[in-house]
């Protein structure tokens, strides 16, 4: 489906958040923008998502309107790309993103937590809630690296090879595929909870550049956790079980 700056609000309203986001992933900065979840919950008619969250439908439509309008998307046509081909960046992009991130902002937190854990206690918190995602998520990604995204890219290889009895033993890919979905909700979850702890990242009178920073790094961690688990739940997943079952 392509969204363009033509679009009334009643029509905008009846959208599927998702289909929105895939269509144009510049939307989801507004999504974020006005803390309207599109990967997790994004099932849902944007009317719906707008009145659930206390959201001003006009002026959000306003701002969507303008990202089609000026034509600006991010280039990549996710839904076009090959299973193995969005596996593979998935990995290389935000998996590595991910393992890269997580014990940089862990030691960043701890030292955070050592100059101003005594005036501002909430920040053991963000550290345990961060401990536990970033443990949550490395067992996360061995599963899929391991197990799931072979499974997926099996399915196209079986696919082009036209063996159908193959591809059928393959549909209990969707097994492991419930599984993730879970788990992106808990991590999402967690990353909702520090982003309400912190009180959406607003730093305190007294915060130092290294508490900024691991701000800054957190915000962005769940942008990005955004975007991942999108590509898993509203592309990947969808397309791999579609495929398995032609
Ligand atoms: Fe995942």
Known sequence: MEVNGNINQDEL???IVKDIVASNFKSAEVFEKYGIDFCCKGNRPLGQA???NG???????????NIFESGS?????????QLSYLADYIVNNHHSYVKTMSPVISARLEKVLRAHGRNHPFLQDVADL??????????????????LFPMIKKIDEVKASGNAEALEKLSTVSGPIR????EHDRAGDILDRIRKITDNYRLPEDACTTF???YKELDEFERDLHKHVFLENNILFPKSLASARA
Do not use: P
């Not at 599984?179 to 879970?182: D, N, T």
């Open 13 to 15: 309203k009846n959208l």
């Open 130 to 147: 961060f401990t536990a995602v970033s443990r949550d998520l490395e067992l996360h990604l061995a599963k899929e690296e391991q197990v």
């Open 50 to 52: 707008c009145q659930e």
């Open 55 to 65: 959201v001003n439908m006009e002026s959000l439509a306003g701002e969507l309107k």
């Open 212 to 214: 900024a920073v691991a």
């Open 179 to 182: 599984v993730m979905i879970s």
């Open 73 to 81: 998307s991010d280039t990549n046509r996710y839904d076009m790309w």
